[in-house]
């Protein structure tokens, strides 16, 4: 038997699997979920032990524990390092979830004929790192495992993969490898497959506005305290100018201005305007003047309120005037900007912005640098060979706007150039309610990933 028609024959227990796993509530975010973190890491050692790793472990860390598992071939082969995360977003607001976010559906959609999986993780990444393992699988049983292979799944990239630094920097001869796979990333299209070379990197800030020492009667108090949710939002509204250029002294100095031509070229990739805004029932995009929706989201930094309350939220009225007000505000940057520097600024800044009628405080919460990825190294080619067999199509090179903050962990510790072949759409509603990924995607990923062995091992002995 082939490893294709392997997959092939096992591609409902595949399936199966995978629908096992979402049903695990691993949210990292929320210590209520603590236990179900824990059993969604002893579910992946599983799955590896039966897939045929060995020396598999539950490493532990400060927080939860880093799945390895390894299968050696032959020390002279090369060795691939497959990197993935188990933990999940948080899935509130549930109510708005067409079926419950941990109880895995197939529907049939628009982008996904051939139904996609309904459920928190689906494409972020549990559908997406148990490619790799399903891939392992048939190659195992097939004895077709033309490389070395390493696993390292964490359960904490959601909140900021805080633990896995320090963890690669102790284990570096255990990671040993020559090239660093990565599945938690998107394409185009089935029609228009492409492979990530640049993601933006992150700086995630908590802001605490307080005015009055407790919550008054807005009556009483109204026009003589300052409201600090009115501070907060007037605030807010200031860090970007008319033309959406952030306005945090120093936030572009180190941030890359590319040539007309690389410009040219980042546009060349297929972008449906039209259908962009209809996807999202928008009547029109907004963002930095000057630059296309490709450029805005793959190689200019942003900044954006990712969340904000305060005062009184709760059913009928209650006049009250707040003694706080919060938002938590992240900003995705490009290579160059450092998140720690950037984070120090917007905290000097916030500050400096604020009346004295207020105190304000902020708390950085996590970030990562921005990672470029190289197009000539041995991993990229072979990716692009695997799309090409599995798809008939050349890959496009693509810069996302999302960030994977171990990429540039893997770069500086490792010396590795991580290749990103994601096979998700930016249409699976990832970090939001009614999350899927497509059937299709999901089989083809680990067809791709087969081939993506295969070739690398083909241009290692070049």
Known sequence: ?????????????FLEELIALLKIPSVSADPKFKSDVFAAAEFVKDALEKAGAENVALCETAGYPIVYGEKIVDPALPTVLVYGHYDVQPADPYELWESPPFEPVIK??????????????????????????????????????????????????????????????ENKDKLKADVVLISDTSMLSLEHPSVTVGLRGLAYLQVEVTGPNRDL?????????????????????????????????????????????YRENLNKAPFDEADYK???????????????????????????VNGIWGGYTGEGAKTVLP???????????????????????????????????????????????????????????????????????????????????????????LGLDPILLGFGLDTDAIHSPNEHYGVKNYLMGIETIVLFFKHFRALSDK
């Open 1 to 13: 038997m082939s490893v294709q028609s392997y997959i092939n024959k096992n591609q409902e227990r």
């Open 108 to 169: 049939k959609t628009d982008a996904h004929p051939e139904g996609a999986i309904f459920a928190r993780g689906s494409a972020d990444d549990k559908g997406q790192f148990y490619m790799h393992v399903k891939a392992f699988e048939a190659m195992t049983a097939q004895n077709a495992l033309s490389c070395n292979i390493k696993f390292m799944i964490e359960g904490e990239e959601e909140v900021g993969s805080e633990n896995l630094d320090l963890f690669v920097k």
């Open 217 to 261: 009667h807005s009556g009483t108090y109204g026009g003589a305290v300052a409201n600090p949710i009115n501070i907060l939002c007037q605030m807010i509204a200031s860090l970007q100018d008319e033309d959406r250029k952030i306005t945090i002294p120093g936030f572009y100095d180190d941030v890359e201005n590319y040539s007309s031509a």
């Open 278 to 304: 209809k996807k999202l029932d928008i009547e029109a995009l907004e963002g930095e003047k000057g630059y296309t929706t490709i450029e805005r989201t793959g190689i200019r930094p942003t900044l954006d």
């Open 323 to 413: 003694s706080k007000a919060y938002a938590k505000i992240s900003m995705r940057l490009v290579p160059n900007q450092d998140h720690k520097q950037i984070s120090k600024s917007f905290e000097s800044h916030f500050k400096a912005i604020a009346p004295a009628s207020v105190k304000v405080k902020v708390t950085p919460h996590h970030g990562g640098h921005p990672a470029v990825i190289p197009t000539d190294s041995v991993g990229y080619r072979a990716a692009e060979a695997a799309i090409q067999s599995a798809f008939g199509k050349k890959a496009i090179p693509t810069r996302e706007g999302g960030s994977i903050p171990i990429t540039s962990l893997f770069q500086k510790e």
